[in-house]
């Protein structure tokens, strides 16, 4: 307890004298470990440039071991848990609004500053933002890399639409005091600020690939709270295919499209794969007999998402149509609509595994069924087979006057007891009164 004290002590002592604030997370390696890592992981660049000194170097470990503890704590499992297939009740960016409503009341509670972006926002502030977040919520490791970037994104442009909001209404925001809120009217009347800012406005209006400007019709609800529940509604353990939420997102009351590019997507998708799923009396049954019975056991959805990933690539390397969605799977080693397409990919694999281990288990059970029906009738052959030879030698039997065998005695043969009683002398029984055997019979008619 005293060593604790003293190095408390010490630290405060430091941070007075040298004037700098240690930010949580903080390490003293300056090595980037990519665009999205979470402060505390090995290689961060979180927090300010610290002097080259002994005591900084401790102090930046100090607290990237206190947020490591915090991410491994276990006490972490008692939070809510967040996964992006919302398993066992879990919550997720997006489609639970409680999850964005904490990270803006987190930033709205802690921004001290005329800050008019994430960009300005010291680092120092960002990572108590996000130590926050890590003592509130609970997620896997492998998530870890994930959380961060949409807590990051989420973050991010939640600040840049509220101020942006209050701006154009002329209205200070209630997290920003009033000295700050002078300094930001004053950099937003500059004329670099002007300029960009119109640049921005007019860069959204603008017509993509000839056709009309990108719009739908989901307003501000999240695209993925907006599968999530078709997904509810219809009753199935699986989202709903991308045509689908496109029509929803981008349809109108009355069933028209409000953007010409999502209708031909649309419309285009949905003419390919009912071309590839024809019967066979269609006029394409017969070129592609092979490609439609192997389509055929792959469930439609699948193959929607496929010819809509074909059909949908930007040229950033992102998916036209459905919004957040195509966050979901996304992983920052590759682009937007690669990480979709190899998603797809495995799925229409796991599909075809599966409809091959069908149709194996459907052949093993016919298998089954024609083995058992073949063995009764062999039974039932090798009963009319021995009835015959029994009928056949009663009657040679009866010609030269020797006593007939019996049916059960051919059919069933005596089992080991009996077999032993027969042998017992004190169980014989008078020699005139046992039936011939096969050898005597055949004595009495070739020696006679």
């Given at each position: 307890m005293c060593l604790a004290i003293i190095f408390i002590v010490l630290k405060l002592c430091f941070v007075v004298l040298t004037g700098h604030v240690i930010p949580p997370g903080a390490v003293g390696s300056r090595i980037s470990s990519g665009p999205h890592s979470p402060p505390g992981a090995v290689g961060s660049t979180s927090g300010p440039a610290m002097p080259a000194s002994a005591a900084s170097s401790g102090a930046n470990n100090y607290n990237?071991?206190?947020?490591?503890?915090?991410?491994?704590?276990?006490s972490r499992e008692l939070q809510p848990h967040l996964h992006p297939r919302k398993l066992n009740g879990a919550l997720w960016f997006g489609v639970d609004p409680s999850v964005h409503k904490f990270?803006?009341?987190?930033?709205?509670?802690?921004?001290?500053?005329?800050?008019?972006s994430w960009k300005f926002v010291p680092q120092e502030r960002k990572d108590k933002w996000w130590q926050t977040f890590v003592q509130n919520y609970y997620w896997e490791n492998r998530f870890k890399s994930e959380v961060y970037r949409l807590w990051k994104l989420h973050t991010q442009t939640t600040i840049c639409q509220k101020i942006s909001k209050k701006k154009r209404l002329n209205q200070k925001p209630n997290f920003i005091s009033e000295s700050d809120w002078t300094t930001l009217l004053e950099f937003f009347s500059t004329e670099p600020a002007r300029k960009r800012s119109k640049s921005a406005a007019s860069s959204c209006m603008t017509p993509q690939c000839?056709?009309?400007?990108?719009?739908?019709?989901?307003?501000?609800?999240?695209?993925?709270k907006i599968e999530y529940d078709m997904m509810v509604e219809s009753g199935l353990d699986e989202p709903p295919p991308y045509t689908d939420l496109v029509r929803k997102t981008h349809t109108r009351l009355d069933g028209t499209f409000?953007?010409?590019?999502?209708?031909?997507?649309?419309?285009e998708v949905e003419e390919a794969v009912a071309e590839m799923t024809a019967d066979d009396g269609s006029p394409h049954s017969d070129s592609q007999g092979t490609s439609t019975a192997a389509t055929s056991a792959i469930p439609t959805r699948i193959l929607l998402n496929q010819e809509f990933l074909k059909r949908s690539k930007t040229k950033r390397g992102r998916v036209y149509g459905?919004?957040?969605?195509?966050?979901?799977?996304?992983?920052s080693t590759d682009t937007v609509h690669e990480?979709?397409?190899?998603?797809?990919?495995?799925?229409?694999?796991i599909s075809g595994l599966e409809a091959n281990s069908k149709a194996v288990n459907s052949n093993v059970e016919t298998l089954k069924e024609d083995v058992l029906a073949m063995r009764g009738e062999f039974k039932e052959e090798l009963a009319t087979i021995k009835n015959e030879m029994v009928a056949v030698l009663n009657a040679f039997l009866q010609k030269v006057g020797t006593t007939p065998l019996s049916t059960t005695a051919v059919d069933a043969s005596p089992p080991p007891a009996a077999a032993a009683a027969?042998?017992?002398?004190?169980?014989?029984?008078?020699?005139?009164?046992q039936q011939p055997t096969l050898d005597e019979m055949c004595a009495s008619l070739l020696g006679d």
């Amino acid at each position: 307890m005293c060593l604790a004290i003293i190095f408390i002590v010490l630290k405060l002592c430091f941070v007075v004298l040298t004037g700098h604030v240690i930010p949580p997370g903080a390490v003293g390696s300056r090595i980037s470990s990519g665009p999205h890592s979470p402060p505390g992981a090995v290689g961060s660049t979180s927090g300010p440039a610290m002097p080259a000194s002994a005591a900084s170097s401790g102090a930046n470990n100090y607290n990237r071991m206190t947020l490591d503890a915090l991410l491994n704590a276990p006490s972490r499992e008692l939070q809510p848990h967040l996964h992006p297939r919302k398993l066992n009740g879990a919550l997720w960016f997006g489609v639970d609004p409680s999850v964005h409503k904490f990270i803006r009341t987190t930033w709205q509670a802690y921004y001290m500053g005329p800050w008019s972006s994430w960009k300005f926002v010291p680092q120092e502030r960002k990572d108590k933002w996000w130590q926050t977040f890590v003592q509130n919520y609970y997620w896997e490791n492998r998530f870890k890399s994930e959380v961060y970037r949409l807590w990051k994104l989420h973050t991010q442009t939640t600040i840049c639409q509220k101020i942006s909001k209050k701006k154009r209404l002329n209205q200070k925001p209630n997290f920003i005091s009033e000295s700050d809120w002078t300094t930001l009217l004053e950099f937003f009347s500059t004329e670099p600020a002007r300029k960009r800012s119109k640049s921005a406005a007019s860069s959204c209006m603008t017509p993509q690939c000839e056709k009309r400007v990108h719009k739908h019709c989901a307003g501000p609800q999240n695209f993925l709270k907006i599968e999530y529940d078709m997904m509810v509604e219809s009753g199935l353990d699986e989202p709903p295919p991308y045509t689908d939420l496109v029509r929803k997102t981008h349809t109108r009351l009355d069933g028209t499209f409000v953007d010409g590019r999502s209708e031909s997507l649309v419309l285009e998708v949905e003419e390919a794969v009912a071309e590839m799923t024809a019967d066979d009396g269609s006029p394409h049954s017969d070129s592609q007999g092979t490609s439609t019975a192997a389509t055929s056991a792959i469930p439609t959805r699948i193959l929607l998402n496929q010819e809509f990933l074909k059909r949908s690539k930007t040229k950033r390397g992102r998916v036209y149509g459905i919004g957040s969605v195509q966050l979901r799977d996304f992983t920052s080693t590759d682009t937007v609509h690669e990480s979709h397409t190899h998603t797809v990919d495995m799925d229409m694999r796991i599909s075809g595994l599966e409809a091959n281990s069908k149709a194996v288990n459907s052949n093993v059970e016919t298998l089954k069924e024609d083995v058992l029906a073949m063995r009764g009738e062999f039974k039932e052959e090798l009963a009319t087979i021995k009835n015959e030879m029994v009928a056949v030698l009663n009657a040679f039997l009866q010609k030269v006057g020797t006593t007939p065998l019996s049916t059960t005695a051919v059919d069933a043969s005596p089992p080991p007891a009996a077999a032993a009683a027969s042998t017992n002398p004190a169980n014989t029984t008078n020699p005139s009164q046992q039936q011939p055997t096969l050898d005597e019979m055949c004595a009495s008619l070739l020696g006679d």
